[in-house]
Structures are given as structure tokens and as C-alpha cells.
């Protein structure tokens, strides 16, 4: 039997840092990348008799992340206990919630494979603290605790996802709104954006969800595609040949690119949740949830759908601008003054992209600012300038910081749209080519290319090819 008669489900549990100045409960920075327990207090190293206090702005983008995702948010929810014993967490227990998550429901909207729009539904998103972090040296385990304490949501989809690439566009997807939305960085290189996913798979046509494992460990969007297709066919061929699929927990191998059991005692928990008793419930009015949704910015989906009807760009156009919001931004504010969005919407898929990718910096950091990349472009539908010029002009702002106006002059870049000096240059050339003249004359329409492009070589390149084409016509037919 093929792999075609199984279909894979799939079901994503995301961990990602909420972007928040303090930790969830203690004062201490959440900067990353300080000396090793810098950021730490008798709160986050969880001495004996220290009390938590809840951040009030962790609570709010947790809740925006539950307006983006259209959950239901609880109006009182409580923290828990989730007692396991690891030299990271040093109280014996996360504060987390178990029974009552601040929000429930939801779905985040993908593209499936087809291009039809398709809802991947949420369980539940979910407060807790991070744990500190282990590092094992030749001689001796060492604990960092800076991101102990740092406030996490876990965002735990349904088992709606049916392949590695639909996975992929629902981690895009749900990244990208949290990064617009201010609630997450979502760098997965820093270990802020974090998946774990569960595999299963059965008969097409059948309704029982199969024996599922879940895939630990997964750093990037790549492995999680690449360890669900290995998964997904382990799975397969375990069941063709009459075996069962175990119920355990993997870890995805990034070198030998396969997954692994772990060994049962390192993922058998007994989590013993109890309500945290140092906390009291969560309470969030309805009040409060106006107020977030009020403050909440316009989100990926809306602003594909806004340039798509009110600028006539493509999906796939729409696509590429909106993935970031720093790009959204830029081709927003570089196209204020022009005639023609699609000008700028161009520009930033060309250009902007381009080196941004090639610096591997953000767009604030290696470009000019949208206003001035927005005048040089303002300059190219004027005629002041050509395209190419404008690449040129935009390499050199790149350096110099200075401004387009300016640097267009400086580099003497202004095209030539005088009529006078083009006419003059016209009649020169064809004074200087009687024979080129006639043979056009006779018919051979393929000299005008030849002129208009000796007429541009005579002006240095500048000139605007739109006149030479209007005063060559006048010419060659008088
Ligand atoms: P557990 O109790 O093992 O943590 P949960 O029911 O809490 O399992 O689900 C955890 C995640 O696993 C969710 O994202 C859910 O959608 C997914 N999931 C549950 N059952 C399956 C299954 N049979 N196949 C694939 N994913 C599943
Ligand atoms: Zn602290
Ligand atoms: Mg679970």
C-alpha cells in the first residue's frame, strides 16, 4: 500500500517570550544575551518565602495575542503548579496554567496547499514563566537563570494540520502576527519562538485520530517541516509492516536528520497540577478586552486584503510586502506622495528586499528611511529621473545617508526632459548619418532603435528616452 492511502495529522504546541520589559513575576530584565544570572533576583531563582507578582503587561499581550487569533478570552482564570524536578527550575514547580488558560478557542487562517483559504482552530493559549537553562561543561553543570521567569505563552492548536507544509505556513502565519502585534520577537534563533509538534497518522476516510508521538526540540522552520516528513513515513512504514505506533516522546536529530525516542523516564511527568496558592485569579474585565482590541494594530491578514483591494496588488505581491511589518511600513510610507502605489510596491519587492537580504540587516538598519526612498521614487515618475538612476542614487544613499534631491544632483543624475538640447542632438545625428537616414526612409523601421540610442549616447545617457522618441518621430517623418 503507498503513503497515499495514509493521511498525517498534526497538532503544534508553540512556546514563545511575550515581549515584556520585566519578567512575569519579578522586576528583573528579560534582556537577552547578558552575563550568565545577571537578571536575577530571589524571585526568579525561586528562594524559599519570595511571593510572585503578576506583570499587568504580559497579561495584556497575551490577551491581544487571543484577539489575533479570535479566542474566547476568560474572564477569570486561575495560575497552577506544574510541579517537575529539573536543576533549571529551581522551586520544583513552573507557574503555569492548566485548567483554565486566559484564552480558549480561536484559529489562525492559512493557505492550504491549493491557495484556499483554510482555519487551523486553537485549544488554548496559556501564561507561564520560563525555565532558567542548564549548560554541561567537561566537569560540571552550571545553571543561567536570566530566563527564568521570563513570561511565555503556549499557543496549542488542534490536530487540524494534515501536512509538513501547512505546519510551515501555520508557524509563518502565527509568527508574523505576534510580531505585528508587538506580543513577540518570535527569534527562534534565541530560543524566543519555540515548537513542539505531535505527529500522527491513519487510512484516509477514517475519523479516529491515530497514536500520536510528539517531536521535541525543533529550532527552526526547516526541521520542523523535514521532521514531520521523516515522522510521517516512519509512522507509515511502522504500521505497513504490522507494527504499532508507540505513544512516546522524540527528539528531532538535526545532524543525522531523523528522529528518536527519548527515553521514557525523561518524558514520564507526573505534573501533580495544583492552583498556584500565591496568586489570586486572573480577572479580566470586559472592559480591559475593549481596551486591548482598541490599542490592537491592523494585523497581517487585513493589511493583505487592504492592498489587495485598495491598491490592485496581487496576492502573491500582497504576500511579500505584508510578511513583515517593518516591509509593510516601508513600502506604506515610501508610496505616501506617489501617483502609483504599484511604483513602490516594485521598488521594495526589488530593491528593498534585495539588500536587506543581502546585508542580512532589518530594512531601518541597511536602508534609507521609507520618506526618502518615497522622494527619489516621486522623482522617477516625474520623468526626473531614470530607473536605473534612481538604483544608482539609492546605492549611494545607502553610504552617504544624504537625501535623494541631494544626492541626485550631487551624482548629476537628472535626466534631461529639455526639448531644445534633445532636438538639437536629434538633428546632429541625422546629419551625421545621410545613409542610415535613407535606408530608413526606404523602410528599414528598425534604425529608429539605432537612432534613439545614439541620441542618448550623444547626452551622456540622460536624457529622458520618452522625449527622444516624441522629437526623433517629428523628425524622421517630416
Ligand atoms: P498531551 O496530553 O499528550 O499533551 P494534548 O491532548 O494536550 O496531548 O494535545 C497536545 C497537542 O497534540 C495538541 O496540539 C493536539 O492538537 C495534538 N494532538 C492530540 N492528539 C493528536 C493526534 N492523535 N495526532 C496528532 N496530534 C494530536
Ligand atoms: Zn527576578
Ligand atoms: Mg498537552
Redesign the pocket.
Known sequence: MSNEAYEA?????VHTHLMTKSKLFCGCSTEFGRAPNENVCPVCMGMPGVLPVLNRRAVELAVRAGLAAHCEISPRSIFDRKSYFYPDLPKNYQISQYETPVCRGGYIEIQSGDGAPKKIRL?RIHIEEDAGKNIHEADASLVDFNRSCVPLIEI??????RSAAEASAYLHELRGILRYIEASDGRMEEGSFRC?V???V?KRGVSE????T?IKNLNSFRFVEKAIEYEVNRQIATLESGSRIA?ETHLWDPVREETRPMRSKEFANDYRYFPEPDLPPLLIPPAMVEEIRRAMPELPSDRRARYIRDFGLSSYEAGVLTAERETADYFEGASVGLKNRRTAANWVMTEVLRIANETGQQISEALPSAREAGALLAMVEAQQISLNAAKTAFAAMIKSRKSAVETVAELGLAQVSDTVAIASACDKLLAAEPEKLAEYRAGRDKLFGFFVGQVMKAMGGKANPKVINEILKQKLAG
Open positions: 495529522v498534526i497538532g503544534l504546541e485549544v496549542v492548536s488542534e490536530p487540524d494540520i513542539d505531535n505527529v500522527s491513519r485520530l491515530g497514536v500520536k510528539e505513544q
